[in-house]
Nanobody, 121 residues
């Protein structure tokens, strides 16, 4: 079955860096765009970054542009999010998301379990 497993979250001081990874399995990873979302306490889940299937196209939320970089390794079925210059407002649970994956004659959206990122002094 489809699995998305995030890792790399943790506690970091403001201005620090973290690298999140999402290991995908159970589908043809290389043909789908992938996304990172985040959800802070009391807030709606928001799109952070998107990367095209081949990795050549990326998009970012305005709040993270210039600080975060999304990348992918299609040989290893991993999508990553490098987060630099972290701010307290980046504190959230970060989710890996694969939309409209073709499985069993239908298309389904898949989410990882999430990884907590806390930015605090």
């Amino acid at each position: 079955q489809v699995q998305l497993v995030e890792s790399g979250g943790g506690l970091v001081q403001p201005g620090g860096s973290l690298r999140l990874s999402c290991a995908a399995s159970g589908f043809t990873f290389s043909i789908y765009a992938m996304n990172w979302y985040r959800q802070a306490p009391g807030k709606e889940r928001e799109l952070v970054a998107t990367i095209g299937s081949a990795g050549g196209s990326t998009n970012y939320a305005d709040s993270v542009k210039g600080r975060f970089t999304i990348s992918r390794d299609n040989a290893r079925n991993i999508v990553s999010l490098q987060m630099n210059s972290l701010k307290p407002e980046d504190t959230a649970v970060y989710y890996c998301y694969a939309p409209r994956v073709r499985k069993g004659g239908g298309r389904y959206d898949y989410w990882g379990q999430g990884t907590q990122v806390t930015v605090s002094a």
